[in-house]
């Protein structure tokens, strides 16, 4: 009889556990383990989307990774971003996290102007961007012209287009600012109090008070970055578009990566090859990549010390 | 931490192998029309105009379209592309159109091999339509793929010359250049540097001044994309390497690359009134039809000129011809409307009226023979050379291809990466892309 | 100040610190401010003058809004991205609550598993799955052209909504669910009358993201609904304002303007839950 009792109690608290999961595990099974395995599948067939998928075997990826032209540039820019741009937005945020920290006056007002263009909508803070940077008419270089400095092309020039990306992703730094600034207010200021007795400079205090006790943080923040970096698609196609004038309306199609391929991303080749080529298999290839990349550095994330995202328990 | 396994992916892959694997399947319908075309029904017809002068004259002829069949309504949508128009018709939705048409003629080998459009050959045949009669040849060349005709054109560009008057006559210039080796000469005179920027520039060049790019230039050459067995002529046919030298050189001539990208990247947007030929940064301008009303919109204080693009100096017998490109309008395959479908589109494409008002609206080029010669045609002689230009037997349009548009913006890719001067080797460069076209098209098939 | 007084030498070094850390505040704020302030200048000028390097408008043209306003389909994209926005939030927040709660707060087998795979497909661009998902809606379902394929997913729990949701459960102590408990509350209670209120600030937070994610969305919206501009949601209806045959600047920044207003407002009425919000993304669980 006690037995029985314990083993029904244990049967309702199974089930109970799967009801309330049941959203997700229809979720999970749905919108992601299903169209994953139905990616894998479609990587190996050749479907443009009218009549039945036939088998191709590795001839998509071959296509893909030798013969795709827009691949590798994709790879590459991908890598440019990782390493300039995910780096300015750390330490651009972390900068501006230490001023806000700092800034005594008007404090509130502060904050908000400099988190509100993380706001503002991609493609609306593209649009803007792109305008700004206009290379005849923004007001961006009528200034830089003004100051008697070289006016680049920006978005119209493939030297150009990351740099005037991360000038975006800059400008829309507040998240990061956040997360920095309530780190900083978290360093216990004892630590600051002591180092400033044993004679510690700004710079020292910052070395080796500020920097040691948010480095989880900045892993945070890089890591993040990095996956985020992996999604890349609005804004670089976006500006793209607008730039090279060539937009949905003028019946013209589009070729992501204006100019040269220089803002090419890996999710803007899922929608070139499956949305404009109508390839589908090719572009589940290219979509598995992003996977395998988006899941390695997910894995790095959760693995990473200090418990970023702590999985299991507290 | 503990119990995380090594490799979250692959815990993924395992939980995710449990899922079902379902494929969809489609069959592409028959061309077995059966619908009444007297029978009041309503179609849904896509277009890419977003104008908004633009959109109103297109629901004009759909007006006169409707009185003139009133059993039939036609619901339009406008500021449809090319990839929304491949991807409705492949999800073949039930709230896809009936009547379709697109901006990209090279995208016409997509749509005829892949079902995308309905093979129109039977109702023309029931309609005892005499198509060479009707419609110039480069036009049916530009509607039809290995024998598939499924789409008409529905008005047409076509790309000349635009040069300021104004500006000629200061240089002593007294007729628009015929050749290319005139237009070098013409191209310099007209160019007045100043510092490391220009004054006036005679030309821009560049594949980015906006409509001069690699297929607008080829048009002026004789020369074959494709060979006999459908692969890539590019490295071996001389017109190629021909167009390619001479952009180059007249880029160096000029002024370099680098100094005319500088001065390129003060223009104005090409849709706008500052457009570089309005406000006279450039004296001369490689263009569509559609320049003409655009410049004098904008209140240009120059006569402008206009005149066929200059040919090779060994062609001179050509002189006249142009790049001709233009809308076409075909039948969704899954469309249950098809003879009232049928019905709309010989409309718009071959009724005189219809296409001669609807030119007059949106001024492109008509593009039958009756309303080319209309007396209803708003005409004067500036535009006239652009009717010339569309009519001119030698004009052409890049040929139609399984991957549509794609081999173009590869050798378009090519140009960018040899005016700069990043590829030296012109031959070996043009191999390459023949190459990738290749590939990309036995990828596509 | 409330310190001692500092004597004179260290009083000026406050002094200039304080004007440098201000001087550098107000940098920072002209770099974050005057795009938006270009943007509305610009979306008042004439069409003509929006081409030219002018800053000012020579004349205010407040009939920009009005035009843009009037523009045909404006209204529906609003309409349409409220919808997204609005139902998409509400379902996402029932879904993933029970979640969350169950993963933060029962024991059983599997849960850490869980907890990762949630994070993975937090982490997961939606272009991975895009292909098999769209020719699921659009050839299975024929619902290509309507906001559905963008709504219904979200009955079935958010991943991110649930990683948040989880990280500030796990902030709420286990002994108030155990005193529910005792009460003789089923699970269902507990979450509905304990955890429920207690949450309220984590439930706004990943509403306002749900919310500002939809509104921003412009891949989702691209994919499923390009082929029909009734079902356009203002993310993505706003690139055709730069279609090719018809650029007014002036109208585009306007558009803009308008775009990106709600957006903010909605930000100072919630400004409080939204910051707490982000923190919790990157804090410890």
Redo the contacts between chains.
């Keep these: 009889m006690p037995t029985h009792t314990l083993r029904a109690k244990h049967r309702t ?2 089930l ?2 799967l ?3 049941s ?2 595990l ?14 894998l ?2 990587s190996l067939m050749r479907y ?6 036939e088998f191709r075997g590795a ?2 990826w071959t ?1 893909v990774f030798q ?1 795709y ?1 827009m691949f590798w540039p994709a790879l590459r820019n991908t890598l440019w971003l990782v390493l300039v741009m995910v780096t300015c937005r750390v330490v651009f945020g972390l900068g ?1 996290g230490l ?2 920290t ?4 008007a404090t509130g007002v ?1 904050r ?6 993380y ?7 593209t ?3 792109v ?2 940077l206009n ?3 923004g ?1 961006v270089n ?1 200034a830089l012209e003004g100051l008697g400095l070289p ?1 680049p ?1 920006w978005f ?2 493939a030297a150009w287009s990351k740099p005037a990306l991360t000038a975006l992703a800059l ?1 829309g730094v507040g ?1 990061l600012m ?2 920095f600034m ?2 900083l207010l978290d360093v216990p200021k004892e630590q600051y109090e002591a180092a400033a007795l044993d004679g510690a400079s700004p710079w020292q205090r910052f070395r080796f008070v500020t920097l040691p006790a948010i480095s989880p ?1 900045i892993l ?2 890089v890591v993040t970055g990095v ?1 985020q970096t ?2 890349y ?2 804004q670089p196609l ?1 500006a793209g ?2 730039a090279s ?9 589009f ?1 992501p990566g204006y ?3 220089s803002t090419l991303t ?2 803007q080749l ?2 070139n090859l ?7 298999g ?3 290839v290219v ?2 990549v ?3 990349l ?6 790095l ?3 990473s010390r ?7 328990d ?1 | ?4 396994p ?4 692959l815990v ?2 395992a ?9 969809a ?4 319908s028959g061309t077995g029309a059966t619908d009444d075309p007297n029978a009041g029904t309503t179609l849904t017809f896509w277009h ?4 908004p002068a633009e959109v109103k004259a297109v629901r004009a002829n759909v007006d006169r379209f409707e009185k003139a069949h009133p059993n039939i309504k036609v619901k339009v949508v406008g ?6 128009l ?2 409705a018709l ?2 073949g939705g039930s709230n896809g159109p009936d009547v379709v048409s ?3 003629t090279s ?1 016409i080998g ?1 749509f005829c091999s ?3 459009f309905l093979d129109l050959e039977p109702f023309i045949e029931k309609s005892g339509l005499d198509l060479e009669a009707t419609i110039p040849k480069p036009m049916l060349d530009y509607t039809r793929f290995e024998g598939t005709r499924c789409a008409l054109p529905l008005l047409g560009d076509a790309y000349g010359l635009y040069y300021n008057k104004d500006a000629f006559e200061e240089a002593g210039i007294t007729r628009p250049p015929k050749t290319w080796s005139e237009f070098s000469e013409v191209a310099e005179k007209l160019t007045e540097p100043r510092g490391d920027t220009y004054e006036r520039l005679g030309f821009m060049p560049n594949y ?1 001044g ?1 409509e001069t790019v690699v297929g607008h230039y080829m048009s002026q050459w004789d020369h074959a994309y494709f060979d006999a067995d459908g692969k890539s002529n590019i490295a071996r046919d001389p017109a190629f390497a021909e167009m390619f030298r001479y952009q180059k050189k007249l880029v160096d001539d000029l002024g370099g690359f680098a100094k005319l ?1 500088k001065y390129r ?7 706008g009134a ?1 457009h570089p030929f309005h406000t006279g940064q450039v004296a001369m301008q490689l263009d569509g039809e559609w320049r003409l009303g655009m410049a004098r919109d904008a209140g240009v204080d120059f006569e402008i000129g206009t005149a066929p693009l200059p040919v090779a100096d060994d062609e001179v017998d050509e002189y006249g011809k142009g790049f001709l490109s233009g ?1 076409i309008m075909g039948i969704a395959p899954q469309s249950k409307k098809q003879n009232a479908a049928w019905e709309l589109v010989k409309y718009m494409t071959t009724d005189t009226e219809a296409v001669v008002s609807f030119a007059n609206a949106i001024r492109n080029v008509p593009s039958t023979f009756e309303a080319l010669e209309s007396p209803d045609l708003k005409t004067d002689p500036a535009f006239k050379t652009f009717l010339d230009i569309a009519r001119h037997p030698e004009s052409s349009t890049p040929p139609a291809s399984v ?4 081999y173009q ?2 050798l378009q ?1 090519f140009g ?2 040899y005016e700069s001067g990043k590829v030296k080797d012109l031959d070996a460069g043009l191999a390459r892309t023949a190459k ?1 076209i290749d ?2 098209i036995e ?2 098939k | 100040m409330t310190r001692p007084a500092p004597s004179p030498p260290g009083r000026r070094t406050a002094l200039l610190h ?1 004007i440098a ?2 001087a ?2 107000v940098a ?2 002209l ?3 005057l ?2 302030l ?2 509305v200048l ?1 979306s008042l000028m004439s069409d003509q003058q929006a ?3 002018d ?1 000012v408008p020579d004349t205010w043209q407040w009939d920009n809004y009005r035009t843009v306003w009037d523009t045909p389909g404006f209204l529906t994209w609003w309409r349409n991205t409220l919808l997204y926005a609005g139902l998409g939030t509400v379902l996402t927040v029932v ?2 609550l ?2 969350a ?3 933060a707060k ?1 024991r ?1 087998r599997g849960r ?1 598993l ?8 937090m ?14 809606w659009a050839k299975q379902l024929d619902l290509s052209g309507t906001l559905w394929p963008l709504i219904v ?1 979200m ?3 958010d991943a991110f909504s ?2 948040l949701l989880r990280q500030f459960l ?1 902030t709420i102590p286990d002994e108030y669910l155990d005193a529910a408990r005792v009460d003789g509350c089923g ?1 269902l209670r507990t979450l509905l009358r304990v955890v429920l209120p207690m949450a309220r600030p984590g439930i706004a937070a990943v509403a306002l993201f749900q919310f ?1 994610y939809a ?2 969305d ?2 989702g919206p ?2 499923y609904t ?1 082929e029909n501009p009734a079902a356009w949601t ?3 209806g ?3 304002f ?6 007014d ?1 002036n109208l ?2 306007a558009a ?1 303007v308008l ?2 207003a709600p ?2 407002l909605v ?2 009425f919630a ?1 409080k839950a939204f ?1 707490e919000g ?2 919790l ?5």
């Excluded at chain 1, 200090?306 to 299991?312: H, K």
């Excluded at chain 2, 939980?15 to 494929?23: M, V």
Aim: net charge neutral.
């Design positions: 608290s199974t109970r556990t009801a309330f999961l959203p997700w229809v979720g999970f099974g749905v919108f992601f383990a299903y169209p994953l395995v139905s990616t599948y479609f443009d989307g009218f009549g039945v998928p001839g998509n296509y013969d032209p501006i001023l806000v700092r800034i005594k006056t502060f908000t102007l400099f988190y509100l263009p706001l503002a909508p991609p493609v609306a803070a649009l803007a961007f305008f700004l290379p005849g008419t007001p009528s006016a092309g119209t020039d400008w998240d956040v997360i309530a780190a943080i945070f923040a996956i992996m999604q698609y609005t976006v578009k607008v004038g060539v937009i949905g309306g003028s019946g013209q199609q070729e100019p040269d391929k890996l999710p899922v929608h499956g949305f404009q080529r109508f390839d589908y090719a572009a589940c979509a598995l992003l996977f395998a988006s899941m390695a550095f997910t894995a994330l959760m693995r200090g418990g970023l995202i702590q999985a299991g507290r | 931490m503990p119990g995380i090594r490799n979250a992916a993924l892959a939980t995710a192998s449990l899922a079902l694997l379902t494929t399947c489609t069959g592409s890419g105009w977003s104008a500021n449809i592309n090319d990839d929304k491949n991807q492949r999800a697109s901006f990209t995208n997509t892949s079902g995308a980015h906006y990208e990247n003060t223009f104005g947007d090409e849709w500052e809308t991957n549509g548009s794609t913006t590869t890719d960018y990466q990738q590939r990309d990828q596509a | 304080w850390v201000h550098l505040g920072a704020a770099f974050f401010t795009p938006f270009f943007v610009t081409l030219t390097r800053l879904s993933s029970p979640v709660y169950a993963l029962f059983f850490n869980s907890v990762m795979l949630v994070i993975s497909m982490m997961l661009p939606p272009q991975v799955v895009v292909i098999p998902m769209y020719l699921f997913p009955a079935f729990g649930i990683f796990l699970e500002f509104w921003n412009y891949f691209q994919i390009s203002l993310s993505y706003l690139e055709s730069k279609g090719a045959h018809h650029t600047w585009t920044m803009t775009v990106m957006v903010i930000f100072f400004q910051v982000v923190t993304t990157g804090t410890k669980g």
